[in-house]
């Protein structure tokens, strides 16, 4: 964590926090004591926090109480069907929705108590993701800006039926913030490639359950063209061997992907 804001995780409460509407943080969790903490203190200044726990066996839960959080226990239904239901049990109309490992800065909290306090034009505002992988932020590739749809009206947005790589799905306005939120997703590379076959498996499910069946392209063209936008095109590159290594990674989810839609539709095809 090199390179978090000087002021990451300080719950500093903002200094436009007066007349703004009230606001419900959502966090679905699972065995997150390590970062789960930071997350909540970076949002204490929250009307509301609710924690949805999908049975933790750390002291994820405990955490969450000493901090104060809302702590609804609930099994593990999927990503999407998890963050739907913390939605479900928010008592205000502004949504903000966090992965427990990732916090959102002093400067990201001012500028939300800002759209809060003003009429806000918009349904829905996307949000800038710094993504620090192996302690350091990578700027390059295809995970800077990464913007994420976060902030929302609880009766304008809920996230999309997918079983990995779930979005938030606005009616209405969409605006864009510029301060960023930060995301501790990767310890390791063990982590992160492994987490790469997890991701590849359940989108070749969803592929699959739509009937889609792959080509040569999705082998080949697709994993190739991926790791040339990323490392080349999006300046990859200059962020040294991590920037190599996750834009190897994500050619490697892409193949992956790709195999396991072959995998499963043959399965599909056997008496």
Known sequence: MA??????????VPDSESARKPISVTIVAHNEAERIGTCIDSVSWADEIIVVDAGSTDDTQ???????ALLIQHPWGGYAA??????SKASHSWILSLDADECVSPELSEEIFSVLSDDAPAQGYRIPRKNIFFGRW?????????HQLRLFRRDAGAFNEKSVHES????????????????YSYDSLFD????????ARLSAEDLSSKGVQPGIADFVIRPLWRFFKS???????????????????????VFLRAAFLWELCRGRERP
């Open 3 to 12: 390179e978090t804001s000087a002021e990451a995780g300080t719950g500093r």
């Open 62 to 68: 405990e955490i969450c109480r000493k901090r104060g």
């Open 82 to 87: 998890q963050k739907n239901f913390a939605l």
């Open 138 to 146: 990578l700027r390059h590739g295809d995970l800077w800006p990464d």
């Open 168 to 183: 938030v799905v606005v009616e209405g306005r969409v605006g864009v913030l510029s301060s960023p939120m930060e995301h």
């Open 192 to 199: 992160f490639f492994q987490r790469q076959v997890k991701y």
């Open 231 to 253: 490392y080349i095109l999006k300046m990859g590159l200059r962020d040294g061997v991590k920037g190599f290594c996750v834009s190897a990674g994500s050619a490697y989810y």
